[in-house]
């Protein structure tokens, strides 16, 4: 009897979640869809911003690699020649 009661427990929770996940995805695939009609933006649109957005990242990304370069240099060069350039620098 109690196994009987621990299965039917458990599969009506099972089937419970299972209805509330999928309710929970079907909510938010419908909201996602009316976001994306309302906003109006057009593919080639979309994938204009992401090239634009992406040129900006590259650069970003150039500056900070020459940054990097610079800190790696100082880091790796010797205590002597870095206060040698600092005396020179002077």
Same mark, same amino acid.
């Given at each position: 009897? @109690?196994?009987?009661?621990?299965? $039917? &427990?458990?599969?009506? %929770?099972? %089937?419970?979640?299972?209805?509330? &996940? =999928? &309710?929970?995805?079907?909510?938010?695939?419908?909201? #996602?869809?009316?976001? $994306?009609?309302?906003? %109006?933006?057009?593919?080639?649109?979309? &994938?204009? +911003? $992401?090239? /634009?957005? /992406? @040129? #900006?990242?590259?650069?970003?990304? +150039?500056?900070?690699? @020459?940054? =990097?370069? #610079?800190?790696?240099?100082?880091?790796?060069?010797?205590?002597?020649? +870095? /206060?040698? @350039? =600092?005396?020179? =620098?002077?």
């Amino acid at each position: 009897m @109690e196994a009987d009661a621990f299965f $039917l &427990t458990t599969f009506f %929770g099972m %089937g419970i979640g299972t209805i509330c &996940t =999928l &309710t929970i995805q079907w909510y938010g695939r419908r909201k #996602v869809k009316a976001a $994306l009609k309302s906003e %109006g933006i057009t593919p080639s649109r979309q &994938t204009e +911003l $992401l090239s /634009n957005e /992406n @040129e #900006v990242m590259r650069g970003q990304m +150039l500056r900070l690699e @020459e940054r =990097l370069s #610079v800190m790696e240099r100082i880091t790796t060069d010797s205590h002597m020649s +870095l /206060n040698q @350039e =600092l005396e020179r =620098l002077r």
